[in-house]
């Protein structure tokens, strides 16, 4: 029987910390899930954390060092074969809202970015039917031109326990987000469906050019 303890399942406050950090309350802001490697064809992996590359339409696809895909970047940055942009673990303080790092998303082809977006994409967290996720975020752009409203693409995905039905709630927040502007929060409110078990949470760029860059996200339950 799937979810007999219900309680079991609930979610709370997730923080995730910088271990090294001077500040104990500078998040973790680094790109993927142990076991989702980025690897170069040198063989070379950058061992990641929490956030992991991604696409919005859930399509696995073979993220590498952006170099390799004709797309510029350094060993900081990321895309895959035909990518219309690339994802970039910056690690400036001068970029960053708090701490040292911040999540970075530069569209070049938006022909080439999927509808649902270019970004990056929490794990797989555990969810109760009934609670309210309350989620937000810091978001600033430069030269953002969206072939749609708004350069932001953000959603919570909600699946079963196995990973099936899955469900979109859109978590922009009505956030029309384009050209160059400083940081600003974004956050919304949204009831688990009553079939859900497990939520991730994807955020990134809509089809469009310029550079987003995200920070301190925070995702509570009530």
Known sequence: ?????????????????????????????????????????????????????STGDGVERRFVYAAYTGLPGGVDTFAYGGAGGTLTLRGDPGIARSGNRCLEVNGFEPERIPAEG???????????PGDTLD???????????????TALAAFLEFTDATGQHRERIDVTGGAVLRGAFDWQQVSAAVTVPQTARRVTLFCGLAPGTGTLWL???ALDAR
């Not at 979610?11 to 500040?23: M, Q």
């Not at 270019?118 to 109760?128: D, E, I, M, T, Y």
């Not at 937000?136 to 953002?144: E, Q, T, Y």
């Open 1 to 53: 029987m799937l979810d007999a303890q219900p309680a079991d399942v609930g979610l709370g406050v997730v923080t995730f910390r910088v271990p090294e950090a001077t500040d104990p309350s500078e998040r973790l802001m680094m790109i993927g899930n142990l076991g989702c490697e980025f690897e170069d064809p040198a063989g070379v992996n950058l061992l990641p954390y929490f956030w992991r590359a």
């Open 118 to 128: 270019l970004g990056f994409r929490s794990p797989s967290l555990p969810a109760r």
């Open 135 to 149: 989620v937000s975020f810091w978001a600033r752009g430069n030269a953002l031109e969206p072939q749609g409203d």
């Open 215 to 217: 920070d301190d996200f």
